[in-house]
Every structure is written in C-alpha cells, then in structure tokens.
C-alpha cells in the first residue's frame, strides 16, 4: 500500500507540475506572441505633417506609411488655396500604429467678402472696417463736394457690394466741403495739417515752410497759425508758413525747447 500510495502521490505533482509549466507557457505565448500581433507592437510610427498639403498629396502619404486618411470635414480658410488640407487629427507628429485613422479637415478656400459702403463716413471710420476685411487703404483724394460736409468718405474705388479679396487696396475720396464761393485765403486754424495742405493745393497755393510748436492741450499735427491772414485775395498770394502743433518734442531736442514750444 505504501508503494502505491507513493506512486500516485508523485503522479499527482508531475501532473501539478506539467499544469504548471503549461500555464507559464500560455502566459509566455500571449505576452510574447498573441497581445504583440493582436496590438500590433512593434509598429508604431511617427504621424507625418500633412497640414498645408494638397488633398491627394495627403492621402498618399498617409497611405504609404500605412495609415488610414478620412475626410471629416471642410471649411472656409484665408490661409490655404481650396482643396488643401488644414487640419489634421490626430496632430502631426504623434505616436500611432499602423491603421490608425488620421481625420482632415480640408480647405475651401477663402469666405467670399463683399465691399461695405463707406460714404459719409469719416477716413478713420472707413479704414477702420477696411482693416477688420483684410483690406487696405491706397491713397486718400481730397475734392470740394456740395453734396457732403467737410471730412466724409464721399467716393470709393471699390463700389459697394462687389466682391474683395485680402490684402486688395481701395483708394477714398474724402470731401473739402463746400467750393469756396470767393478767391481768397481760407482759415486754416483749427484743422488738421493734412487737411490743410489738400484745401491749399486744390487752391493752387504752395506751402513755403511748416514749423512745428509744442501744444499740449490741442490734438497732434493741427494748423495754429498761417502766415497770410484768412480772407486775403489768393491773387496777392504766393506762399503761405504754417504752424502746426505737436505734443511732445523730439527727443534730440527735449532738453532745449524752440521758442514756440510754450503753451499758450
């Protein structure tokens, strides 16, 4: 009996052992085999950028590195033609395994703008919402109008309505208010030096020589003094001195101040 009992004991553990040894292979088997195949370890890669591709430049170079491109979305965009590619997700440069799907967004080009009409608006105005459309201003043209007061927006070279593009210029013309009704020296005081040297040219009268006086309290570049009294028939005239203010003094010159630069 002591023999058989020893005998079936042994078998017993070889049989424990055996379950052993086989379970420590399946765990070997699936760690080693099974879970690298099933999760495809080994094949990782880096996502390649394809932001700022063409389309079908995009997918192919997703494809040949084993990944799946699918089209999710499209979009109005300034900064790409139509047919570009955006956006990508996930972002270019991440870890990813083979198969993976990788999402585009892809351009359709810029969003259609359409001309603002800009008359009776002030410049500032007008070039203000000019800016807000990617727009800028060429050249501003200064003419006499009967119709409009002096300082507005009175014609633009884009009409309204048409279609416009980034970065396109648009010229305005602003008004001088009315034609003056007699031929002599306007007042120029008070206004603004640009608007100043347009009312003189239109005159036909030259400026000679522009000095500049610190005036604190009055708004930069305005006209404070002329040297032909307002009024003088422009026939007696062939020249004019403008002062025009300013409201702080160049630096190689802030520690000796000109005779005009006290207030008054």
Do not use: C
Request: proline share 9%.
């Amino acid at each position: 009996m002591t023999i058989l009992n020893a005998m079936k004991t042994r078998r017993f553990w070889m049989r424990v052992l055996a379950g052993l040894v086989g379970f420590l292979f399946l765990i070997l088997l699936m760690d080693q085999v099974v879970m690298p195949w099933y999760t495809k370890h080994g094949q990782e890669m880096e996502l390649p950028e394809v932001t700022g591709k063409p389309l079908q430049e995009a997918v192919e170079l997703l494809k040949q590195h084993g990944l799946r491109p699918v089209i999710k979305d499209s979009t109005y965009d300034s900064r790409y033609p139509a047919g570009y590619v955006v956006q990508q997700r996930p972002q270019a440069y991440a870890t990813v395994k083979e198969g993976r799907r990788v999402y585009l967004v892809v351009s359709i080009g810029e969003k259609p703008q359409f001309m603002p009409s800009l008359i009776g608006s002030t410049p500032q105005d007008a070039q203000f919402r000019l800016r807000d459309l990617g727009l800028e201003v060429n050249q501003i043209i200064y003419e006499f109008s009967d119709l409009y007061p002096r300082g507005v927006v009175i014609n633009q070279s884009i009409p309204p309505g048409e279609q416009v593009h980034r970065n396109q210029k648009v010229n305005l013309t602003v008004s001088l208010g009315p034609v003056p009704s007699s031929q002599v020296m306007p007042n120029l005081v008070g206004k603004l030096f640009l608007n100043a040297q347009k009312e003189l040219e239109v005159l036909g009268i030259p400026i000679r020589k522009v000095r500049y006086v610190l005036r604190k309290n009055l708004v930069p570049n305005t006209v404070v003094a002329q040297s032909v009294p307002p009024g003088t028939p422009l026939d007696k005239v062939k020249s004019v001195d403008l002062k025009v203010s300013i409201d702080q003094l160049p630096e190689e010159s802030s520690s000796k101040a000109p005779a005009d630069s006290t207030q008054p």
